[in-house]
């Protein structure tokens, strides 16, 4: 598939592409420019032309771009048209507030269940996802068809729970531990490293 | 100051070598070559020396570096000797999960307070730090030494936050709402988001 050759920067992108169309969606604009879209995106009107033809294009010289369609598009490439199955591993006060986003909900993202080995929260449930204990992780990710495993343990449980998730049929990981994790290339990973964050925020405090 | 010239890139990876080095503090490790901290992080020697020459070397050739020196260094660099006064705007459950971390309390990241506009949580404190009116926040930024504001409410409610901020004395956002902000040089930006992370592993699920 043509999308083996798209650099993450592109990948990188898309996101936004598709947050800022989902806007313009949402105020009932029906075309944009490359032009107009760059001002608002702060990227240059070249560099969306060269991104959105890594997927074919959609615009018409002259015409703009079709907003819904463009936004439905890169939707699809985002595989956003797909429901994304999750678990979130670690139902601390992280996990809870991940599996109450709803704008991870609207997108697809359906929490099934969270899992941890503390028996204060076992049993509980958030939203209707049940808090199971981690046991159950490897069977309940094979029976219900789950994508992304939500990695919210302690660093220190990082290495132990991943270890568990291989065991599975899992495909992504989402990681929260900062910790890199070793996993075979057919599972993705997409590091969160809030402290790392933190950090650069310090250092450009710091530097001024 | 020479910070001025140094790549976003090599910004990206400091906390990433201030992880590692932790890890081999707390190990009782006292010196490391570059090759074999290559070998732990997974980037090449000479990205290393690169790096780490970009802040004067630290190592005497052949001898490797000094872990514990090298570690409290680059702390140093990253502004990590100094305490951080954080405000976190949206007493929410991330708002409530970002102010429970204690590898952030750790680094001298401290939460001062947080601020909400929902009268169930105003008036509640979180290990300490209350929960006050969103009224408050400027003044509190300005009396209580806060450099950081940690954004944690809806993205609807981002730009109206964040011009609030701006009447304040505050040097940077955390910014978690999802939304591009739009802010002054000398105001620091670092966004988590979220959902464009997610969106990614979507991508590479779905482009397999």
């Known amino acids: 598939m043509a999308d083996r050759d798209i650099s993450q920067a592109v990948i990188r992108r898309l996101p936004r592409y598709y947050r800022y169309l989902g806007e313009l969606v949402d105020d009932e604009i029906e075309r944009i420019s490359s032009g107009e879209l ?73 929490t099934k269940a969270l899992f941890d080995i503390n028996k204060d929260v076992i049993g509980s449930n958030v939203h209707g996802a049940p808090v199971l204990h981690i046991d159950a992780l490897v069977k309940f990710i094979n029976e219900n068809d789950i994508d992304i495993a939500v990695l919210t343990v302690p660093r220190q449980g990082a290495d132990e729970v991943t270890s568990l998730l291989l065991k599975s049929n899992i495909k992504a990981i989402w990681n929260f531990t900062n910790k890199d994790l070793v996993v075979p290339e057919n599972v993705s990973v997409e590091n969160v490293h809030l402290l790392d964050s933190l950090m650069q925020l310090s250092y450009t405090i710091t530097s001024r």
């Open 38 to 110: 760059s001002d608002k995106m702060n990227v240059t009107a070249s560099q969306i032309r060269q991104d959105l033809n890594n997927f074919g294009g959609f615009g018409q010289q002259g015409y703009g771009y079709n907003v819904k369609y463009l936004y439905n598009e890169i939707g699809k490439i985002l595989g956003l048209d797909n429901i994304h199955n999750i678990v979130i591993v670690g139902a601390g006060k992280l996990g809870m507030a991940i599996a109450n986003f709803p704008s991870f909900n609207n997108r697809g993202f359906i």
